[in-house]
């Protein structure tokens, strides 16, 4: 490179100082961290050692090489000419990205400044820098795919939404499909405090958080927006100095499921209610038992002494009368805590409906009309009344919490002939004469997605806390054990109607009486072994069996029992056990005493339902089974059957 001579005190050319000066430019461009070159008329000239090394050609091979061998093509080359050249002429110089390949043939990214010599005759060359940039485009280029990438997932983050938060906890910024769910643009959401989006409870539990992960304890925290609710993990960011300069809110929507652990706990609740409900309505049973037992024993003896119409025995009707309103809500309760045993037996409905109408009338509030409607030739059906009521109850208060501004539910009981179809009902083997059930309301009513589950275990349309899901699916497996069917029929905002087909028995068939003391052929001399732990339910058959002249063998559980049977002189015609006891159970004795006398007779007494007694393994025993609370003359005539069976076998 040439340089400039100055001038001595004497106006001489000072030859040293400008070889100086030329050797300090020289070795401060060879020194240069970046390429330097000169280029005249597209002809490379001078370059320093930097640019050899980054294009992989030494300083001999550049000096002369034509530029264009730098680019990987002349359309390249070209554009780069025209935006230098005019940025030149603008500025005087100018800078341009483009690429450049070395000897190797490996093409560089790199940033190209050009200054002229003489900005008015370019011809008297350039003065060029490359500086080699491939690196750091690379880094940008990953990085804008990192940003591309986060930006694609925070935008579609599944039922949630990523916040940004300045140190005041101002949003920075926010994405995620929560947003678009409740109809926010992140546009508006940027700038506002987290207070204004979630609430004022949402900055001191998100400031509590920041504190907790500050400190490597934190923990999810929960915040709610526009009625959903959202756990959220707050991520501090900190600098290089590491204090926290911004904070990343990631907010899950977790409604559905904390409505699902409310409906765990609430059936959890449920459950513990009704195992205390069933607890004390079983230990109930068996004190109804001995009430009613002895009534109607006090029935039978006064019987035999007084006159028919005596007033005392209208003092006994009274009582019992008393005793089975009691076992009515008893019933209810095991049937509540689905503990209760199914006893099937010939029903009126229209004395059903007027037992059950004023619990129903206490479970509808002033701004319902409840509206009973009995045909007064209604036919009668073969069913448990607990069951039945249980049916009705569920369906009433279920139409009643569909009109919580009030409204109307009507019940209509009334006879259903089918004459198109005698297959209508997969559970009535053929049967076209019915007793149908509806019950209406003027309720919110429902639309056919919710329709068609309806009657799924655990599905609800209530509010969390509000219902378990389970009153429907409950109906509908009482109705199918009830040998009938349920359907259900709705349109949005004009009501339901939920109607239930069981099957009509002949009126003529024996239907439950509350008569005391009916006479009949209920004495024996046969002897009886009575087991039940229950001291109250053990002393009333034994008073019953001894007062109708039979000899009476009584223990309280399964080993006394034995013990009795072993010391007894002779045999023992009939056992009658309870079910469930503690120690060994009545089926465990049965086989026990069945070892020794294989013509023993048995009569089985319980309240606990069929599937309980089937872990017993006396779910099916049909005519031997005596379902609590029973009355001695019901006892009584179910012995003398099972001993008149028992002396005919044995004759």
């Not at 490379?44 to 090394?53: M, S, V």
């Not at 300083?59 to 025209?82: C, F, K, S």
């Not at 009691?326 to 409905?349: G, M, Y």
């Not at 619990?359 to 009668?380: F, K, S, T, Y």
């Amino acid at each position: 490179m040439q340089g400039r001579a100055t001038a001595n005190s004497s106006g001489e050319p000072d030859v040293s100082s400008s070889r100086a000066d030329e050797r300090t430019l020289s070795t401060t461009l060879r020194a240069a961290p970046i390429g330097i070159g000169l280029v005249t008329n597209r002809i490379l000239g001078w370059t320093n050692d930097q640019l050899g090394q980054m294009l992989g050609y030494s300083a001999e091979e550049l000096d002369g090489m034509p530029a264009r061998t730098l680019y990987e093509n002349d359309e390249e080359y070209e554009r780069v000419g025209r935006v230098k050249h005019e940025r030149i002429r603008v500025c005087g110089s100018g800078a341009v990205e483009t690429r450049m390949v070395r000897k190797d043939r490996v093409a560089l990214d790199v940033l190209l400044s050009s200054a002229a010599i003489d900005r008015d005759d370019l011809s008297k060359g350039l003065v060029f820098t490359v500086m080699d940039i491939t690196e750091r485009k690379a880094s940008m280029l990953a990085l804008r795919q990192s940003e591309e990438r986060y930006r694609a997932l925070a935008d579609n983050y599944p039922n949630g939404a990523l916040f940004l938060l300045d140190r005041e906890l101002r949003c920075i910024s926010a994405s995620g499909q929560a947003l678009a769910a409740h109809g926010l643009v992140p546009e508006n959401v940027i700038g506002r405090g987290i207070e204004e989006v979630f609430g004022p409870e949402a900055q001191d539990r998100v400031r509590t958080a920041v504190h907790a992960a500050a400190t490597a304890a934190a923990s999810p925290i929960e915040i709610r927006l526009r009625h959903r609710v959202y756990s959220a993990h707050v991520v501090p960011i900190r600098n290089e100095q590491g204090s926290i300069t911004q904070v990343c809110l990631i907010a899950q929507d977790v409604t559905q499921q904390r409505a699902l652990e409310e409906q765990v706990r609430q059936t959890q609740k449920m459950e513990a209610i009704g195992q205390l409900a069933g607890g004390v309505a079983h230990d109930f049973n068996n004190i109804l038992t001995a009430i009613l037992g002895n009534v109607d024993l006090l029935g039978m003896q006064l019987r035999k002494r007084l006159a028919a119409d005596d007033p005392v025995f209208e003092v006994l009707r009274q009582a019992e009368r008393s005793g089975q309103r009691a076992a009515a809500l008893t019933r209810q309760l095991l049937a509540f805590s689905r503990k209760s045993a199914a006893h099937p037996e010939v029903l009126d409905p229209k004395t059903l409906l007027g037992d059950v109408e004023k619990l129903l009338r206490r479970l509808i509030p002033e701004n319902v009309q409840l509206v009973i409607e009995v045909a007064d030739d209604v036919g009668h059906i073969h069913a448990d009344a607990g069951q039945f009521e249980q049916v009705l109850l569920n369906l009433v208060v279920n139409a009643r919490d569909a009109m919580p501004s009030g409204g109307v539910v009507r019940v209509t009981v009334e006879n259903h002939i089918e004459q198109e179809r005698r297959d209508a009902l997969a559970y009535s083997a053929g049967a076209v004469r019915f007793v149908r059930i509806c019950v209406e309301d003027t309720g919110h009513g429902m639309d056919e997605a919710t329709l068609d589950r309806i009657f799924e275990p655990f599905f609800t349309t209530k509010s969390a806390g509000a219902g378990t899901g389970l009153g429907l699916a409950t109906v509908q497996s009482i109705v199918r054990d009830l040998h009938g069917s349920i359907t259900a029929e709705s349109t949005p905002d004009a009501g339901s109607t939920f109607t239930v087909l069981l099957s009509a028995v002949d009126s003529a068939q024996e239907i439950r009486t509350e008569t005391v003391g009916a006479s009949g052929v209920l004495r024996g001399r046969e002897t009886v072994l009575v087991c039940e732990d229950d001291a109250s339910v053990r002393d009333l058959i034994s008073v019953a069996l001894r007062a109708n002249g039979y000899d009476v063998l009584s223990a309280e559980h399964g080993a006394n029992a034995l013990l009795s049977a072993a010391e007894h002189d002779g045999p023992i015609d009939l056992l009658i056990t309870d079910v469930v006891m503690p120690g060994m159970n009545g089926r465990e004795l049965v086989e026990r005493l069945a070892n020794q006398d294989s013509r023993l007779r048995v009569l089985y007494i319980s309240g606990y339902p069929s599937a309980v007694l089937r872990d017993y393994g006396v779910a099916d025993a049909g005519e031997q089974l005596l379902v609590k609370p029973f009355r001695s003359e019901e006892m009584l005539r179910r012995v003398r059957d099972l001993l008149g069976a028992g002396a005919q076998a044995r004759s």
